[in-house]
């Protein structure tokens, strides 16, 4: 607390500010030929001024890709949120293939990271965030059987930094593969006792087969499906 005319200060322990709140600073001098405040506030922003004490940092999601296994993907988003009055000011996506190349927005390809020609600025609206490119809409950007890593940053009104944990998904486009194993007619003669239908279902990747379908029809006048 000092004046030396014609600047002063008011110094306050940051433990005294309660985080995330907003305050109002209005200044006025005393005069003491007048025996009275000078000014009482108002209008004008030098002498009146608001501002947020927020300490807290912004939550990030991703939530597309929103499966583990994708044959395309045009658009990668997620979900943003601050604590109030706490707002979010900025955002950016990275996209990892592999250990450590990252999708370059400038040469529209992966690389080592590369500051932030590696960094995709995020559309931010209310509460959630996107990016696209014509390389992402068009598939070019991705690679069959490749597993990638899509990651969003966020910066609040305040600098208060935060991201989300890495969402991972693989770009499977093989279609998979299903056969039977039971019933078995060997010689074609015909089977007495049936007690479960199975078989066996494929693909390159061992867990991205979500579900198995099958379908059985009795070959009889009228013919009807099983249900």
Same mark, same amino acid.
């Given at each position: 607390?000092?004046?030396?005319?014609?600047?002063?200060?008011?110094?306050?322990p940051?433990a005294?500010?309660?985080?995330? *709140?907003?305050? !109002?600073?209005i =200044?006025?001098? +005393? &005069?003491?030929? %007048?025996?009275? #405040?000078?000014?009482?506030g /108002?209008? $004008?922003?030098?002498?009146?001024?608001?501002?947020?004490?927020?300490?807290?940092?912004?939550?990030?999601?991703?939530?597309?890709?929103?499966?583990?296994?994708?044959?395309?993907?045009?658009?990668?988003?997620?979900?943003?949120?601050?604590?109030?009055?706490?707002?979010?000011?900025?955002?950016?996506? *990275?996209?990892? !293939?592999?250990? =450590?190349?990252? +999708? &370059?927005?400038? %040469?529209?390809? #992966?690389?080592?990271?590369? /500051?932030? $020609?590696?960094?995709?600025?995020?559309?931010?609206?209310?509460?959630?965030?996107?990016?696209?490119?014509?390389?992402?809409?068009?598939?070019?950007?991705?690679?069959?059987?490749?597993?990638?890593?899509?990651?969003?940053?966020?910066?609040?009104?305040?600098?208060?930094?935060?991201?989300?944990?890495?969402?991972?998904?693989?770009?499977?486009?093989?279609?998979?593969?299903?056969?039977?194993?039971?019933?078995?007619?060997?010689?074609?003669?015909?089977?007495?006792?049936?007690?479960?239908?199975?078989?066996?279902?494929?693909d390159n990747?061992?867990?991205?087969?979500?579900?198995?379908?099958?379908?059985?029809?009795?070959?009889?006048?009228?013919?009807?499906?099983?249900?």
């Open positions: 607390n000092s004046y030396t005319s014609p600047n002063w200060q008011w110094s306050i940051s005294k500010w309660s985080v995330n *709140r907003k305050y !109002r600073v =200044s006025k001098g +005393w &005069n003491e030929a %007048l025996g009275a #405040f000078g000014y009482e /108002g209008p $004008d922003t030098n002498r009146n001024r608001e501002f947020v004490a927020d300490s807290t940092a912004p939550v990030a999601t991703v939530y597309l890709p929103d499966r583990s296994y994708v044959v395309s993907l045009s658009t990668i988003a997620g979900t943003v949120s601050d604590t109030a009055p706490g707002t979010v000011q900025s955002g950016y996506f *990275r996209v990892k !293939r592999g250990v =450590s190349d990252y +999708w &370059n927005w400038k %040469l529209s390809t #992966f690389t080592a990271i590369s /500051g932030s $020609d590696n960094d995709l600025t995020a559309t931010i609206g209310t509460g959630l965030a996107e990016y696209s490119t014509d390389y992402f809409k068009n598939g070019l950007a991705w690679e069959t059987d490749k597993t990638y890593g899509v990651q969003l940053y966020l910066t609040d009104k305040a600098g208060n930094a935060g991201n989300s944990v890495e969402k991972t998904f693989t770009v499977d486009r093989s279609s998979p593969s299903a056969r039977f194993v039971l019933p078995l007619d060997v010689n074609k003669s015909g089977i007495s006792y049936i007690p479960s239908i199975s078989g066996t279902a494929l990747w061992t867990n991205s087969n979500a579900e198995v379908y099958l379908a059985m029809q009795k070959l009889d006048s009228p013919q009807k499906w099983y249900d």
